[in-house]
């Protein structure tokens, strides 16, 4: 998770704690008091499809689910102590549920963090080159004796900088899934049966399907998401996000539930 995200969503909770517009839940929070806080506003403002995954990742729901209320209710109050101590800076490295969790409790508009992230991934633009050029060349006519030494060697260093910045070709502004990864296309360029969507340098660089989930273990709780296929199977991805196939579905954490049943359970051989 980006720091980043996770100052921001701070950040948005002092500053509205500052204004008063917060409720004394949030502004003097205690583990019961959280808890209560999740049951007001659930009731008090209706849920997006992303604040329903937040509430599912962060209760451990892993079934589609319409009223939360009951989760909330039957939540054990201690497993509000992360969140807790991430409101009193007794923590800096808060698990990503519960800096969602905040986020929603405090209607942090750029919400969950794959929003947040895919929102904030900026794609460089495409330096003026010609007018670079145009300029040093009129230095280099103005005093060409004196400037062309400086002009070439100029000249020179930008372009090879412009090599090592952008190692991806300019006419290649677009990507498409290929099955495990996305790849780099031009926009104009039709792939049967791909879509082609604008590039996205962190997609691109960190998003990957997992081609060996039997190689998954618990120690990538955390580090893998995933969505379900078919009632019986998964697929597995190295990051969040949307679903490379179906933007409308939303990749979500690996729990050890996901794990057991999709990878441990069909790798035990059966007697």
Not at 143 to 155: M, S
Not at 179 to 194: A, M, P
Request: net charge positive; with cysteine; glycine share 4%.
């Amino acid at each position: 998770m980006s720091k980043e995200y996770q100052q921001e969503v701070l950040l948005a909770y002092r500053k509205k704690a500052k204004e008063g517009v917060l409720s004394d839940n949030l502004i003097n929070p205690t583990r019961a008091k959280l808890k209560e806080e999740c049951l007001r506003a659930l009731r008090a403002r209706s849920l997006t499809g992303e604040d329903k995954e937040i509430l599912k990742v962060f209760l451990g729901i892993h079934r589609e689910i319409e009223d939360f209320d009951q989760g909330i209710i039957d939540y054990d109050d201690g497993r509000f102590r992360p969140l807790d101590n991430f409101l009193k800076e007794e923590t800096d490295n808060p698990h990503i549920r519960n800096v969602d969790l905040l986020a929603w409790l405090i209607d942090f508009p750029n919400r969950p963090f794959s929003i947040w992230k895919e929102r904030n991934t900026v794609t460089p633009s495409k330096p003026n080159l010609l007018k670079f050029l145009k300029k040093q060349f009129e230095k280099l006519r103005s005093n060409q004796k004196t400037q062309f030494a400086f002009v070439f060697l100029t000249i020179a260093t930008f372009i090879s900088g412009l090599i090592f910045i952008y190692p991806i070709n300019f006419g290649e502004q677009c990507m498409y899934w290929n099955g495990s990864n996305y790849e780099t296309t031009g926009c104009d360029v039709n792939i049967e049966n791909k879509a082609i969507i604008a590039l996205n340098k962190y997609k691109l660089t960190h998003l990957k399907r997992v081609t060996k989930p039997d190689t998954l273990s618990q120690k990538d709780i955390g580090k893998v998401w995933y969505t379900k296929i078919k009632l019986d199977s998964a697929e597995f991805y190295t990051d969040s996000g949307e679903y490379p196939l179906d933007t409308r579905k939303r990749l979500l954490p690996i729990t050890p539930y996901i794990l057991n049943k999709y990878i441990l359970k069909k790798a035990t051989p059966i007697d």
